[in-house]
């Protein structure tokens, strides 16, 4: 048996398919099969039911999983921290998280999570936008960086794990007091000549591309007419004061004062997102996929809990 077998068994009981656990483990689909029968062989007993849509643990392989998981946790980060002694590293994490509205407190309260239970590593984070996270993990200065994964789409060399498993719903917002906040069965025509918020190129490289990508997929054309806002703070203020509306991922907007509605409109997970932890420095690996372990403990289930909301 050998420390690769146990973490493509454990990845790929949490993930649920073999694939998904491929994906969260940097390797192929061919590869965690052939490690998972292996293990299996030599055990003597199978450790999962393939299924049509996934895999599901066997009684035995429940049992495994259940007492491995938390000695596999402690093996990595000792070993981590073995590491950083070797090489005067100290260990401290600078993460960067884009404002997401919703989620953001929770991704910051698991940060102390994740310092509770892997004591001597201590984590610095600041809000940010996107261009800047990427600059700064390029060059270094950035340890990991939290945020929605379209935003990266097409820049390569940087490992990510994504932090839940469906994809983010895509929401028209605007204002309660908005005109067109109490038409029965919005679509996006209703909005297509309205003021469009968005963020400023500086700000999201995504924002803009993926608003346009969801009227092309209804065939419709794309507004002409934006307003730019540098954070989603900015974003939301004019939401609620009627300058404009916006289609955004569900977690966007806190909206604490309740000022805001929304509509969910159905549209291909390709044009979709998740929100996702990426790294770029090979240190990083096993502090990154402990983190999100913590992080996806928390999303999964507020995404459970998020439905949108019809007037």
Request: include cysteine; hydrophobic fraction near 40%; proline fraction near 4%.
């Amino acid at each position: 048996m050998t420390f690769h077998q146990v973490e493509c068994f454990l990845e790929t009981a949490k993930a649920g398919t073999i694939s998904r656990g491929a994906e969260r483990l940097f390797i192929t689909q061919q590869a965690v099969s052939s490690q998972l029968k292996s293990l299996e062989q030599e055990l003597g007993f199978p450790l999962f039911q393939r299924e049509n849509k996934g895999v599901s643990l066997t009684p035995e392989g429940a049992l495994l999983c259940e007492e491995w998981t938390p000695l596999w946790e402690r093996l990595q980060i000792s070993i981590d921290r073995a590491r950083d002694i070797h090489i005067g590293r100290s260990a401290h994490i600078q993460i960067a998280v884009e404002d997401m509205g919703k989620c953001s407190e929770d991704l910051l309260a698991a940060f102390t999570d994740y310092e509770e239970r892997y004591k001597k590593v201590s984590i610095d984070f600041e809000i940010s936008s996107p261009r800047q996270m990427l600059s700064q993990l390029e060059s270094g200065r950035l340890d990991m960086a939290i945020l929605y994964e379209s935003e990266f789409q097409g820049h390569s060399g940087l490992k990510h794990i994504p932090l839940h498993d469906r994809m983010l719903r895509v929401c028209i917002f605007m204002a309660k007091e908005h005109p067109l906040a109490k038409k029965p069965g919005l679509t996006l025509a209703d909005i297509q000549n309205e003021p469009i918020g968005i963020l400023k190129r500086a700000y999201s490289f995504d924002f803009q591309k993926q608003l346009e990508g969801f009227f092309s997929h209804n065939g419709i054309a794309p507004p002409r007419l934006y307003w730019e806002y540098m954070s989603r703070r900015d974003l939301e203020m004019g939401l609620a004061s009627k300058r404009c509306v916006t289609i955004v991922y569900e977690t966007m907007f806190a909206d604490e004062g309740h000022k805001l509605l929304e509509w969910e409109i159905p549209v291909p997970d390709a044009l979709s997102s998740r929100i996702a932890i990426f790294w770029k420095k090979k240190e990083m690996d096993i502090k990154a996929k402990a983190l999100a372990a913590i992080l996806r403990e928390r999303l999964q289930a507020i995404l459970q809990e998020s439905c949108a909301v019809s007037p």
